[in-house]
């Protein structure tokens, strides 16, 4: 086999967007499941699955720390087959899913294949919702107030810059990675920029130099490359450095995030942070 | 004066029929007119890339006249213009935009100003060398139902006398006049419906054109053919699996021969004191899950030494025997010779380093440069033997390298002035977790996942210094990730090569240090090469959909 990147690399938007237009034209004769509830079919699904999306998605279908629990009664994009072909096949704009064959990961799917997986998938999914968990609106009120997390990250526009937005995180990841993620903050970074043709995204990195004048500045990384750096510290002050010019370069993967230990934030504040961010990312 | 009453003029046999001069015969001045052609014909047939020329290409260091430009595979121009001392001066003297998406993984050609190279979707392009300004452009007809595994790319073209030679996405074999890219023949080799494509660059050999198929994600029954340069006759095919009467069919479980893989998707390289051509094989099918074809699976994984007239096998060596990680040793092999010994050196998509001698096929050493968890033992001969809890399992679990390799396509290197060998490499792990699919012709057949483990180390990736003597790493030089750029070296002591954020990058070819570097824009998938006219010493390199040029000001 050549050379599959292991990291997909999303389309440009408006590939993506053109794609689902014309694809929404050239499917509507295709949208009913051929396999539905054929236990052969859920299994080659499940063999499918594995090489195409458990990537993101997990083995299981129970989302990875980069893809929503697919066994969820309920679907952010989907409500139906035909709506989940759709998305396996043209991607979902604006995220990280990407279109079938695009994502430098293997050859893709013949349209036989996509049906399988969303057999298996159905297979597995829950069939009513989950029982909420947490209380949204004073999760919110955490959030913004005494938890803290707004100082450095964003939600629906409101909050702190040097930290990942997370409008969608509630949506697109697991409870457990959220939580993992509040918990361990360094265990898995979170990812930034995805450049066109770059194999990996930047990830949220820890970058402390030291400046030809002496200055200490410590901050997440925006972007790197061997020869220069673009970072912002914690005040938000973006700073666009050339390497050689620096007395020192430290990159570190231990976030700049603090590590949300239980005494520091009880399992049901965390709990009621986890359900606003959930509400906001089901939107 | 425009074309059309030029020719008008001449078939009406004058100066445009005003009937005040006499008359000549049109007849007559036709066949003056062919006679002077024929005659100007015979002025520049010197021009023509003969066999000789490839073969003597030290001889003219201002082109590049193969994929790794020679016929040692040892990326290395002897130009050095540009050295040490001089390259902080070098800059972009021109780029040309292709205008397709995807990787572009070409190694481009030079013959005598004109530069040769192809693009995603099977585009291939004539350019004026000094400006980048096209000549020509030939778009190959892609079938839109084509499915290859890793990308619509093309690594690169072969010319011999006035053609220039393209394996294409659909399995055809084609040749383009070069002064012009009309397509002069077109050639089938497989079914692409049933997974066959090629990616390779091919290779001009004698009167051959050598090439080897890709599609070992599809079950395909793997080959390497030879085509007559001048009508694409296929002169030979030497299948990587054997089938039921050859040597090394029995190193296959009953009928898995048929869908074997051993696809042959790099450019190998070429001996013209033994007349043997020496090309590697990828992966055996499924590339990730080994029940069902027990055994070694010859040729999968291998470097063949072939006879060129016959493509006859004389010896071969098998990298990895019944390989579960896909790890294709489609690598460039590259010619060493080392005092009285004729050596090979491939560094394998496994992580070993491999030095074989080329005359009898025997190993000489292997030495990890890279991270390995697979093995730990040696066989006989010195082989690493993959450790029996290395394969696949259903729950997944990690294995080092991962299926991407330590290295892989990327082009390496051989400096005969620093005695190092130069390869792009990269640390990363893989989970690997079986997923057995039944085979069907034109579907995917891996029979396993694999992703990265997000838990692990970061990737990292570098540039390897080998001494292939001795397989000791002599110098590194880490990229911020890993690339996929292949590596030039020259003789201005330098190593150029490409990173993923989009640098081009002139390192010190004794010391590792970086000496000079350039923002291309896009991620680089493919190999820089050399070349020089009037006497000006140019790199190239693609990157992002563009193909770049640097010389001194």
């Given at each position: 086999m050549i050379a599959k990147s292991s990291i997909f690399l999303p389309q440009g938007r408006t590939a993506l967007a053109i794609l689902v237009m014309a694809a929404a034209a050239v499917c509507s004769a295709d949208d009913r499941n051929p396999f539905a509830n054929d236990p052969k079919a859920a299994k080659a699904g499940e063999y499918e699955f594995r090489i195409n999306?458990?990537?993101?998605?997990g083995l299981g279908a129970h989302g990875g720390g980069r893809g929503p629990d697919l066994t969820r009664a309920q679907k952010k994009h989907t409500h139906n087959d035909a709506e989940m072909f759709q998305v396996i096949s043209n991607g979902i704009p604006?995220?990280?899913?990407?279109?079938?064959?695009?994502?430098?990961?293997?050859?893709g799917m013949t349209d036989e294949e996509i049906w399988q997986i969303i057999t298996y998938i159905r297979s597995v999914e829950m069939k009513a919702p989950a029982k909420p968990v947490g209380n949204a609106e004073h999760g919110k009120q955490l959030f913004y107030g005494e938890?803290?997390?707004?100082l450095c990250h964003t939600v629906a526009g409101k909050g702190g810059r040097v930290g990942p937005e997370l409008t969608a995180v509630g949506g697109s990841r697991t409870r457990e990675a959220i939580i993992d993620s509040v918990r361990n903050p360094s265990r898995r970074l979170a990812w930034g920029l995805t450049e066109a043709t770059k194999e990996f995204p930047q990830e949220y990195e820890t970058v402390t130099v030291v400046t030809g004048d002496g200055t200490e500045i410590k901050g997440v990384a925006l972007n790197e490359d061997n020869f220069s750096v673009q970072m912002m510290d914690a005040s938000e002050q973006i700073y666009l450095l050339d390497k050689d010019k620096l007395r020192s370069f430290k990159k570190s993967r231990e976030s700049m995030m603090p590590v949300y230990s239980p005494n520091l934030l009880s399992d049901k504040d965390l709990d009621d942070i986890v359900a606003y961010l959930i509400s906001v990312g089901a939107k | 004066m425009n074309l059309r009453w030029d020719r008008e003029s001449l078939y009406r046999g004058g100066s445009g029929g005003s009937g005040e001069r006499p008359r000549r015969s049109p007849r007559a001045l036709l066949v003056l007119f062919g006679v002077y052609v024929a005659f100007l014909l015979t002025l520049h047939a010197y021009a023509q890339v003969t066999v000789e020329r490839i073969v003597n290409s030290q001889k003219e260091p201002?082109?590049?006249?193969?994929y790794s430009g020679d016929y040692s595979g040892r990326r290395f121009s002897t130009l050095d213009q540009v050295n040490t001392t001089t390259v902080h001066t070098l800059a972009a003297k021109w780029v040309y935009q292709?205008?397709?998406?995807?990787k572009i993984e070409t190694s481009p050609l030079v013959v005598d100003g004109v530069l040769y190279a192809t693009a995603q979707d099977d585009r291939a392009f004539a350019l004026d060398a000094r400006t980048g300004r096209p000549i020509w452009m030939y778009q190959y007809p892609v079938p839109t139902d084509i499915r290859p595994c890793c990308g619509h790319v093309n690594r690169g073209l072969a010319i011999l006398g006035d053609k220039v030679f393209m394996g294409t996405l659909d399995a055809h074999v084609i040749a383009l006049d070069a002064k012009t890219g009309n397509l002069v023949w077109n050639v089938t080799s497989a079914d692409y419906r049933a997974g066959y494509s090629y990616t390779v660059a091919p290779l001009a050999v004698k009167n051959l054109i050598v090439i080897g198929v890709s599609g070992g994600e599809y079950g395909i029954r793997g080959f390497i053919d030879a085509y007559d340069a001048a009508t694409g006759e296929r002169k030979w095919r030497f299948y990587t699996v054997p089938g039921p009467g050859e040597a090394g069919h029995e190193t296959w479980e009953g009928d898995s021969w048929k869908i074997g893989g051993a696809p042959a998707w790099n450019t190998g390289t070429y001996d013209p004191a033994t007349n043997q051509i020496f090309w590697p094989t990828g992966n055996p099918s499924p590339s990730n899950r080994g029940e069902g074809r027990?055994?070694?699976?010859?040729?999968?994984?291998t470097l063949l030494a072939l006879d060129a007239d016959t493509g006859k096998m004389n010896w071969h060596f098998q990298f990895t025997k019944h390989d579960e990680h896909d790890w294709d040793a489609t690598q460039v092999p590259v010619m060493i010779d080392a005092g009285s010994k004729h050596l090979i050196a491939q560094a394998n998509r496994n992580g070993f380093f491999y030095v074989i001698d080329r005359s009898t096929g025997k190993l000489i050493l292997a030495n990890a440069y890279g991270k390995v968890t697979w093995s730990d033992t040696r066989d006989a001969e010195g082989r690493p033997v993959a450790k029996k809890e290395a394969s696949p399992t259903l729950e997944g679990h990690t294995v080092c390298p991962g299926a991407l390799g330590t290295t892989n396509f990327m082009a390496p290197a051989y400096n005969p002035k620093t005695a190092l060998f130069y390869v792009t490499a990269r640390d990363q792990c893989d989970i690997f977790s079986t997923a057995p699919q039944p085979y069907e012709a034109g579907h995917a057949y891996y029979g396993s996942a694999y992703f990265p483990s997000e838990e692990a180390e970061p990737y990292r990736g570098y540039l390897k210094a080998i001494d292939p003597l001795t397989g000791a790493i002599q110098w590194k030089f880490e990229h911020t990730s890993p690339t996929w750029s292949g590596v030039l070296s020259t003789a201005g002591g330098l190593v150029f090569t490409g990173d993923a954020e989009g640098n081009f990058v002139a390192i010190n070819a004794l010391t590792g240090m970086p000496l000079w570097h350039f923002q291309m824009g896009g991620a680089v998938y493919a190999p820089p090469m050399a070349f020089a006219i009037d006497g000006k010493e140019y790199v190239a390199i693609a990157a992002g959909s563009a193909l770049y040029a640097f010389a001194l000001p």
């Open positions: 999306c458990a990537l993101c998605h604006g995220t990280v899913m990407p279109a079938n064959g695009t994502n430098g990961q293997g050859v938890a803290n997390c707004s | 201002q082109n590049w006249l193969t292709t205008g397709a998406t995807g027990a055994g070694d699976n010859l040729y999968s994984n």
